[in-house]
């Protein structure tokens, strides 16, 4: 390991509030970071603080992902290990999880040998109450997740992996929908209302759940709505059921029809 190395990961180390020192020599440990630029499913770039989570899943298995209360899909076989808000802006402006160290306490990197830890990207984001969007940093209320590519690692004893701006090429998108959980029914979104002026459409929509964030797919046939976020940004669904909200889409040649979907 280079020594430049070292010490970002001493760094990454203190920003956590981790001491090297209290680290058992047997211990595994994991330094990650995406290159970014990393974004959510709207295609708008992830936000500063936003989390990033460690998971694990079992050999002959892949990662299938959380639910709105950020429990995994599959529990026989993933597991979230630790979910931290890091997201962070390079100089440049793009906005991905810097270099950060993760300890693994060596009996739990045993425990979990018949497997593989990597790096999901999740989208906590919630109303600001201003009309637009913030990071909650809640990894038990999460709208959306993706897995960084290529960051799938095996933990094993007193081992050291780096793996730096692991990603696609364009940075990691969270671009799964979470799950609603199994005990659970999500109402349909009905449009109640819809007007068009000064350039653009408003849509008054009710059965909307407040955990959720909603856009609107928009195309020229009630079949061909190609455009899953049509809306400039996404909107929170309303704190009461039957309250309604408005989304406002800016007026297009290609899109007549509309639905309201998840975002």
């Not at 990650?32 to 630029?37: A, D, E, L, R, V």
């Not at 974004?39 to 298995?61: C, F, H, K, M, Q």
């Given at each position: ?21 209290g ?12 290159k ?11 936000l ?51 270099l950060t160290?993760f300890?693994?306490?060596a ?18 984001r ?29 933990a ?5 992996v780096?793996?730096?701006?692991v990603?696609?090429a ?19 979104p ?47 669904g ?8 408005i989304?406002?889409?800016?007026i ?11 975002n």
């Amino acid at each position: 390991m280079t020594k430049n190395i070292k010490k970002m990961l001493a760094t990454a180390l203190v920003l956590l509030g981790v001491a090297v020192v209290g680290a058992a020599q047997d211990d595994a440990l994991i330094a990650f970071s995406t290159k970014g630029p990393d974004s959510y499913a709207d295609g708008t770039p992830v936000l500063e603080g936003e989390v990033y989570a460690i998971v694990w899943a079992r050999n002959g298995s892949t990662f299938q992902g959380v639910d709105l209360n950020g429990q995994v899909v599959d529990a026989a076989n993933n597991e979230v290990i630790v979910a931290l808000p890091l997201a962070k802006a390079k100089r440049n402006g793009d906005v991905h999880c810097p270099l950060t160290l993760f300890q693994i306490d060596a009996s739990f990197a045993a425990a979990h040998a018949d497997g593989e830890f990597s790096l999901v990207l999740f989208d906590t984001r919630v109303a600001d109450g201003q009309g637009g969007l913030k990071v909650s940093g809640n990894a038990h209320q999460v709208q959306g997740w993706g897995e960084v590519a290529k960051s799938r690692v095996k933990a094993i004893g007193a081992s050291l992996v780096a793996l730096t701006n692991v990603g696609d090429a364009n940075g990691t998108i969270a671009a799964n929908a979470t799950a609603v959980p199994a005990d659970e029914t999500i109402a349909q979104p009905k449009i109640t209302g819809i007007s068009v002026a000064n350039g653009f459409v408003k849509l008054t929509v009710a059965c909307t759940d407040p955990r959720l964030l909603y856009n609107v797919a928009a195309g020229d046939a009630p079949n061909r709505l190609t455009n899953r976020h049509a809306a400039p940004a996404p909107i929170q669904g309303g704190k009461v059921r039957m309250r309604e909200v408005i989304v406002v889409l800016p007026i297009r040649d290609d899109q007549k029809f509309f639905k309201i979907v998840r975002n």
